[in-house]
């Protein structure tokens, strides 16, 4: 487009809408594209389960309860 034709009002206003829809962004900071991001991840797997943590958990509980058991005999 020549300069001249961007004169017209139309034709301006039609480039300016489109210069601010490719210039836009769907997230207002970079926290916000990183917690998405993780979230992206986290549904994919890609950082593992968080089953693996109780599992642990109760299997300490458990060998816990066990040792109590055998002092309290």
């Keep these: 487009m020549s300069y001249q034709r961007l004169q017209n009002g139309s034709d301006a ?6 210069a601010g829809l490719a210039l ?11 917690a998405e991001l993780i979230q992206v991840r986290r549904k994919a797997g890609a950082y593992g389960s968080r089953h693996h943590r109780q599992v642990y958990v ?4 458990a060998a816990a309860a066990i040792v109590a058991v055998f002092f309290a005999i």
């Design 24 to 34: 836009a962004c769907a997230y207002s900071s970079s926290d916000e594209y990183e």
């Design 58 to 61: 109760i299997f300490a509980l």
């Design 13 to 18: 206003i039609a480039l300016e809408a489109c």
